[in-house]
Antibody, heavy 123, light 110 residues
């Protein structure tokens, strides 16, 4: 059974940093690209970032480019999201999501999701 | 990229059908056959219902179906059941490795 366990959320002040983790199990982690998607209250879901299975290729939404960094450790079956220079508008539940392919390209959907971790950016 | 437009809420009686629309532009929904739909119950992980406009993953019952016409995609749920009460989100490829989601639709089963 595919399982994705998101963790690392919490309360952080504007301008602060946080690192999210997503521990994967139940599938061959090294064979699939992974993404982060967030649920912003009142605004729905927003795609944040994607990383290839190898970890060599990554892409970001314009809203987080230059502030967030996605990475993965295939020896630990874990994907990370380093979030720096956090803003109030980054407040959301963050989900890691598995993609059905090796690279960030087609097809574009997410076949499994974690349960999410809440990030609150507030002073 | 702007979010795709979904109705805030829809409702239907058990056994009946509902359709949720998802309107984008010629740069996302209208341009690609990479529309997907997700179901989200409060506090739970979202679940993939439909991918590539109309394909169903194994385990998703055939009463969930997807379609697309022009810049608008649709999710139809037939034979409504109480457990279908949830939020539903559409998603489309928008170019350059990015995807855009809809704002979400809350389905109430009366």
């Amino acid at each position: 059974e595919v399982q994705l366990l998101d963790s690392g959320g919490g309360l952080v002040q504007p301008g602060g940093s946080l690192r999210l983790s997503c521990a994967a199990s139940g599938f061959s982690f090294i064979s699939y690209s992974m993404s982060w998607v967030r649920h912003v209250p009142g605004k729905g879901l927003q795609w944040v970032s994607v990383i290839s299975a190898s970890g060599l290729h990554a892409h970001y939404a314009d809203s987080v480019k230059g502030r967030f960094t996605i990475s993965r450790d295939n020896s630990k079956n874990t994907v990370y999201l380093q979030m720096d220079s956090l803003r109030s508008e980054d407040t959301a539940v963050y989900y890691c999501a598995k993609r059905p392919v090796v690279e960030p390209g087609a097809p574009y959907y997410f076949d499994y999701w974690g349960q999410g971790t809440l990030v609150t950016v507030s002073s | 990229q702007s979010a795709l437009t979904q109705p805030r809420s829809v409702s239907g009686s058990p056994g009946h059908s509902v359709t949720i629309s998802c309107t984008g532009t010629s740069s996302d929904v209208g341009a690609y056959f990479y529309v997907s739909w997700y179901q989200r119950h409060p506090g739970k992980a979202p679940k993939l219902l439909i991918y590539n406009v109309s394909e169903r993953p194994s385990g998703v019952p055939p009463r969930f179906s997807g379609s697309k016409s022009g810049n608008t995609a649709s999710l139809t749920i037939s034979g409504l059941q109480p457990e279908d009460e949830a939020e539903y989100y559409c998603c489309s490829f928008a170019g350059s490795y990015t995807v855009v989601f809809g704002g979400g639709t809350k389905l109430t089963v009366l």
